[in-house]
């Protein structure tokens, strides 16, 4: 819990710069984008290696990577300031 709250403090603080996402509430973000990429968590095996092409604001990589601790998340983006995002909210 408190990852997931760590990566949307972050994202809240990046979000109106880089036109992340479109949703500012918290409550909508979760329901709406961290509840939906949790839902992949099922099908993933344990100790999988997942690549996650145009991260962009994350989803489903980090909520994955945070409830998944046992497999490999690999963040693909290919725009340079949201890829430096990325790179602070796995720092």
Do not use: Q
Request: one cysteine or more; charged letters at 25%; hydrophobic letters at 50%.
């Amino acid at each position: 819990a408190e990852r997931c709250r760590i990566f949307l403090d972050v994202l809240g603080l990046w979000r109106e710069r880089l036109s992340l996402i479109a949703e500012g509430d918290r409550e909508r973000i979760l329901d709406g984008h961290v509840v939906d990429s949790l839902a992949l968590a099922g099908w993933l095996p344990a100790g999988a290696r997942v690549a996650d092409l145009g991260s962009g604001a994350g989803f489903p990589g980090i909520p994955l990577a945070i409830v998944c601790a046992d497999s490999h998340f690999c963040l693909i983006e290919a725009r340079r300031k949201r890829a430096n995002f990325l790179r602070e909210v796995v720092r």
